[in-house]
């Protein structure tokens, strides 16, 4: 079963809104639904909840190290209470995914994710569970910096704001350890659906009767 809900992302009101705290917003989210509060915590260098689940102690974590630095935090705590690398989810955000949608993996590289390497590092260990909540990519390399830390615009915030509350309906499959039907749950999801075009203005009375007599 998943025992430490991670989400990462940078503190301060600066990066609050920003794309790459679309982990900070799915915890938040948690912590709404399972009645708890985000406190600070200096031995974990992070803000923490503790929730009892159905009898098991559940935690709660947002490290407020900076994403480059979220290893700290995460090793802290996990080591503390002997959670083991398979017991911890990681949410964070994942420019290979669009907004809207959200995938749960177990394992693999960091792929250039600054707070998951700095985790592989802390732990020892790439085997713990992400999910990989959308927030698509700006196209050009040179602009994913650019395009982590600045808000996504609204019908992107939107689609990643669905995507967070869709995937949540997963958490008691992942805290019974049903990593199957979890992962059925979430990455069984309708996509995002296209725009209707703008309708074409008519032309006035007067236009239209002028073209109607071109031939």
């Not at 399972?34 to 406190?39: G, H, I, R, T």
């Amino acid at each position: 079963m998943i025992k430490l809900f991670v989400g990462l992302g940078n503190p301060g009101p600066e990066y609050e809104a920003t794309r790459h705290n679309a982990g900070f917003w799915w915890i938040d989210e948690l912590a709404r639904e399972l009645k708890v509060s985000l406190v600070p915590e200096r031995s974990y260098y992070g803000l923490m909840a503790r929730a009892n689940v159905n009898g098991n102690t559940v935690w709660l974590l947002e490290p407020q190290t900076f994403m480059n630095a979220s290893g700290k935090s995460v090793a802290a705590l996990a080591r503390f209470f002997k959670i083991q690398p398979e017991e911890i989810l990681v949410v964070h955000d994942e420019l290979d995914v669009t907004p809207g949608q959200v995938k749960l993996k177990r394992g693999g590289s960091h792929a250039g994710h600054n707070g998951l390497r700095d985790i592989h590092a802390q732990l020892g260990s790439s085997d713990y569970w992400r999910l990989r909540v959308g927030i698509g990519h700006p196209g050009v390399k040179s602009e994913v910096v650019n395009w982590v830390l600045k808000k996504p615009s609204p019908d992107q915030r939107k689609l990643i704001d669905d995507s967070i509350i869709h995937s949540l309906k997963s958490y008691p499959a992942l805290l019974e350890g049903d990593m199957e039907k979890a992962t059925m749950q979430i990455h069984t999801s309708k996509p995002p659906r296209p725009k209707p075009p703008r309708p074409v203005d008519a032309p006035a009375p007067a236009v239209a009767a002028a073209l109607k007599d071109v031939k």
